[in-house]
């Protein structure tokens, strides 16, 4: 995983929406694509780039895939971010 690839897939607002659908559970790609107003090869597409950036996990059962939050990718991304705001002084390194 990428952090530019992270970011990237976070940056776009439906996938952040996709990804807080998913924090209740796993569902299936048409019950996603059936919350939004735009096509299903959107979704499609959306559900992609979130899944090439390991912010999310497929499984397929029967005919239907679902989808559910990889948490742990979620968790070094909140750890980054806490070490570059400092809130981590342990780590933190001063350049004089």
């Known amino acids: ?3 530019q ?3 990237r897939a976070l940056s776009d607002p439906i996938r952040r929406q996709i990804l807080n659908l998913l924090k209740k559970g796993p569902l299936p ?3 996603i694509a059936g919350r939004f107003d ?3 090869a959107a979704i ?3 559900l992609a780039v979130l899944r090439q950036a390991g912010l ?3 499984r397929r059962e029967g005919k239907y895939i679902y989808y ?3 948490a742990s990718v979620l968790e070094e991304v909140m750890l980054w971010l806490a070490e ?3 809130e981590n002084d342990e780590t933190n390194i001063e350049t004089v």
Do not use: F, P, Q, W
């Open 1 to 3: 995983m990428a952090i």
């Open 5 to 7: 690839d992270t970011m």
């Open 29 to 31: 790609a048409g019950d």
């Open 38 to 40: 735009v096509t299903g």
């Open 44 to 46: 499609s597409r959306h």
């Open 56 to 58: 999310i996990r497929d």
């Open 68 to 70: 559910e939050l990889n």
């Open 84 to 86: 570059l705001k400092g």
